[in-house]
């Protein structure tokens, strides 16, 4: 079984800065791409940020140069630190990765419960 837990949700005041974390725990050979994804009420899922296995990222465009995604390999997480907090940034924000569960197998993705994030204005 494979398990990813975030940390960090809440509620914010405009402005504000809030981190998220998320931890993967199990049986698992390797972790590739991380990344951080968004669903707002009546909203479809979008993917806010990945960093690869290279540590290369990508930014969705209205969150560039506020947030910042990170991993610590070692530890298998993955943190999104978020400044600068609008009211649009409210959303449930979901931790995702690509796991590779033993040598020679595809990746798959995993999912997170999920964490709200509230921003009020």
């Known amino acids: 079984q494979v398990r990813l837990v975030e940390s960090g949700g809440g509620l914010v005041q405009a402005g504000g800065s809030l981190g998220l974390s998320c931890v993967a725990s199990g049986m698992l050979f390797s972790i590739n791409a991380l990344g951080w994804y968004r669903q707002a009420p009546g909203n479809q899922r979008e993917l806010v940020a990945v960093i690869t296995s290279g540590g290369s990222t990508n930014y969705l465009g209205s969150v560039k140069g506020r947030f910042t995604i990170s991993r610590d390999n070692a530890k298998n997480t993955v943190t999104l630190q978020r400044n600068s907090l609008q009211p649009e940034d409210t959303a449930v924000y979901y931790c995702?990765?690509?796991?590779?569960?033993?040598?020679?197998?595809?990746?798959?993705?995993?999912w997170g419960q999920g964490t709200q994030v509230t921003v009020s204005s």
């Open positions: 995702n990765a690509v796991i590779t569960r033993w040598a020679g197998a595809p990746g798959y993705n995993y």
